[in-house]
């Protein structure tokens, strides 16, 4: 069986083992930029963010 190449999600270039999924520091770098930056988001139900009587109830 053949195994498909892996590539890096960011600049398409082969992964590294160190790096994986990503073939350098600096695509992980790229990829953890955009999370901080928001620019990548998990799915989920909306906050309210004004409400204030949740806050560490739960």
Known sequence: MMS????CPI???????EFRPFCSRRCA???LGRWF??????PGPAVDETDETRSGEE
């Open 11 to 17: 600049c398409g270039k082969p992964t590294v083992a």
């Open 29 to 31: 770098d790229i990829d």
């Open 4 to 7: 498909k190449k892996q590539v």
């Open 37 to 42: 930056s928001e620019d990548y988001r998990v």
